[in-house]
């Protein structure tokens, strides 16, 4: 009896290697991850751990998806527990995530796990999404900057009480004994356009109760937007004693203020992301 289940055994992990060697499935790797996605096709890419439930579920639908989309598309994965580097390059913080990668950009996949919406996502339903630029490879040469030619800038002393954040500013402002609102944002956003006379105003209301309001371009200062997971725009957090609390209420004046006094007390606090200097 032994010798049977044993038999059994064997013949299941024959059959599970013989699927993962027949899978269109493109498995990617730290080394492989940057010469394969530059093929100038589009690639829609799952970021997963094994031991996670979610990911084992898709794995079929998945496989099959790649079957489906040969020639059309790139179906593939990357085990994040193995391939560090590009999870981490990639701000991966759930599994499954699920990215496409599109004429140099890249674009969060939100939607039903089926193979009818994973397609239809490729074929251009990704254009609702927000297009964010590829992380820079670590082992891409580094370029010369262009140099800007001088343009007029607003004053600083015009009056707004909003600071403005950068990479090279953010943590010597944002300290564990401070109280924040963070406005994560891009120019080119519509939403963000429409907050900001709001936001002018919030910063301003607040400053008499020591707490600042700032805001961050992630189109420039793109650190700061991985290392908090940026996803969309605007994304608006809340930073006090050491933590941070995800702002989802109205975009009112009233709504922040009364979020800052006592509201964020109803939203579970997440750890503040830690600088790279110091991980």
Not at 102 to 129: H, N, P
Not at 144 to 149: F, L, V
Not at 164 to 172: C, I, Q, R, Y
Not at 237 to 249: A, L
């Amino acid at each position: 009896m032994r010798r049977v289940a044993l038999l059994c055994a064997f013949v299941a992990l024959v059959a599970v290697a013989f699927a993962e060697e027949e899978s269109d499935v493109v498995v990617l790797t730290d080394s492989s991850f940057d010469s394969s996605i530059n093929n100038g096709q589009p690639w829609l890419i799952k970021f997963y751990a094994p031991w996670c439930g979610h990911c084992k579920n898709l794995a079929p639908t998945w496989d099959k998806l790649a079957a489906e989309a040969a020639g059309k598309f790139n179906v593939a994965k990357v085990d994040c527990t193995v391939e560090k580097e590009v999870g981490t390059r990639f701000g991966i913080r759930g599994y499954p995530t699920v990215k496409l990668i599109k004429d140099g950009k890249q674009y969060d996949y939100r939607g039903a796990r089926t193979i009818e919406a994973f397609t239809a996502f490729v074929d251009g339903g990704y254009s609702s999404a927000v297009a964010v630029d590829l992380p820079a490879s670590p082992n891409a040469p580094a370029q010369e900057a262009p140099r800007a030619e001088p343009v007029a800038e607003k004053p600083a002393s015009s009056g707004s009480d909003v600071v403005v954040l950068t990479d090279a500013t953010f943590d010597s402002q944002v300290t564990e004994t401070s109280e924040w609102y963070l406005e994560f944002y891009a120019p080119w956003c519509g939403h963000c356009k429409h907050l900001e006379p709001v936001y002018e105003k919030v910063a301003t209301n607040l400053k008499p109760k020591n707490i600042k309001v700032g805001k961050i371009d992630c189109t420039v200062e793109s650190g700061l937007a991985r290392r908090f997971g940026i996803r969309g725009f605007p994304t608006i957090k809340h930073v006090k004693n050491g933590v941070m609390r995800e702002y989802s209420g109205d975009r009112s004046e009233g709504s922040f203020a009364q979020f800052a006094e006592s509201g964020y007390l109803n939203v579970d606090p997440s750890p503040f992301p830690k600088p790279p200097s110091a991980l």
